[in-house]
């Protein structure tokens, strides 16, 4: 029933976007702004080139109203779509560059350090194996358990059929699995 809440309030909330109202879109990048910038971050891990393709996703939103294109159906779909599309296009233009990003963690003075680093290396190997999923795999995987989407959500965002995307998602916990568990063996004690 929520999603046919949070549907109908997409609906009213486009066909106020339409008429350019300030509130609606007020409202929509209030409503999808942290989603999409936490779905952009943990495809490409640095926080410059998030916040740069997360606002770029708003601007194609706003450019797609302006010349009455934009979602018909589902917003949530439409943004993460976006999102994914820029992610791509991000990656392309970096295919040739080889950099190191630079992490912008912030550390609380009171926080333990050993845990951190525990954190940290726990949080870095399962980074490491996300990437040596394939890019449909990654996708499915981050929509699923990092954003919390359903199969039918994350389906309509990668376009793809419900039983393509479970069938992507097992694979990719196969593979995660196998991964994390060479990267344990690998660990010293």
């Known amino acids: 029933m929520k999603g046919k809440i949070v549907n109908d309030r997409d609906q009213i909330q486009l066909q106020q976007t339409r008429a350019f109202n300030r509130d609606a879109l007020a409202a929509i990048y209030d409503n999808y702004h942290q989603a999409i910038y936490r779905y952009i971050y943990r495809q490409v891990g640095e926080v410059d080139a998030t916040r740069d393709l997360t606002s770029a996703v708003f601007h194609r939103f706003l450019q797609a109203i302006k010349n009455g294109r934009g979602p018909n159906k589902s917003l949530k779909s439409w943004l993460y779509r976006t999102a994914h599309n820029l992610v791509i296009d991000h990656y392309r233009r970096q295919k040739h560059r080889q950099h190191a990003p630079l992490k912008e963690d912030l550390i609380d003075a009171n926080d333990?350090?050993?845990?951190?680093?525990?954190?940290?290396?726990?949080?870095?190997?399962?980074?490491?194996?996300?990437?040596?999923?394939?890019?449909?795999?990654?996708?499915?995987?981050?929509?699923?358990?990092?954003?919390?989407?359903?199969?039918?959500?994350?389906?309509?965002i990668t376009n793809k059929p419900i039983g393509a995307v479970k069938s992507l998602q097992h694979r990719a916990l196969a593979a995660l699995q196998r991964r994390l568990a060479s990267s344990e063996e690998r660990m010293p004690l």
């Open 112 to 156: 333990n350090p050993v845990t951190l680093a525990e954190q940290r290396i726990s949080a870095d190997i399962v980074r490491a194996a996300l990437q040596h999923l394939t890019p449909d795999q990654r996708q499915v995987i981050t929509l699923k358990f990092l954003e919390g989407l359903s199969n039918q959500e994350v389906a309509e």
